[in-house]
């Protein structure tokens, strides 16, 4: 069940504070641990917004969202918990089964609204998550320009 060798992907934190966006690079091990990256965006205070996008394997992404009731999370697609630990953590933690073995439809797990209000409704997220000829990169560069931080994230995007 669980994917052994390195993960390759990307982690990033997003921080909206006093009207601006920052982007900042997570460790590795968030694409891997979902505790990894949950503790790692509870240690970024701010005010404002902090969510994380991870991107993994060229496979799926994962929206992170700390909160004092706990994480709201996304996962783009609910097969990939076969196969990847973070991704089988994010149903763990929405209490949603893993999908059967056999069905390989895609469909996406968790909180539609995640970024609702930092500019991006459900229906549009839905409909970002639903290009799935699209890389997750591409999906999350969707995400971020319809947010307002496409060039921040794109920059930090190009130095990892």
Do not use: H
């Not at 991870?54 to 196969?83: H, M, N, T, Y």
């Not at 973070?86 to 968790?110: C, H, K, N, T, Y």
């Amino acid at each position: 069940m669980s994917v052994k060798e390195p993960v390759a992907g990307f982690a990033v934190a997003v921080v909206r504070e006093d009207g601006k966006w920052r982007c900042s690079a997570l460790d590795a091990d968030a694409l891997t641990n979902l505790d990894a990256a949950i503790t790692a965006l509870g240690k970024l205070r701010s005010t404002g917004a902090v969510f994380a996008l991870l991107a993994v394997d060229d496979e799926f992404f994962v929206i992170v969202r700390p909160s004092p009731r706990g994480p709201s999370l996304l996962l783009s697609d609910a097969a990939a918990a076969l196969d990847y630990d973070i991704a089988a953590d994010v149903l763990d933690v929405l209490r949603v089964e893993p999908p059967d073995e056999e069905d390989d439809s895609i469909w996406p797990e968790g909180d539609l609204e995640i970024l609702a209000d930092v500019g991006l409704p459900a229906p549009e997220l839905e409909v970002i998550v639903g290009e799935i000829d699209l890389y997750p990169d591409e999906q999350l560069q969707m995400i971020a320009q319809r947010c307002g931080f496409g060039d921040e994230f794109g920059a930090l995007l190009d130095e990892i």
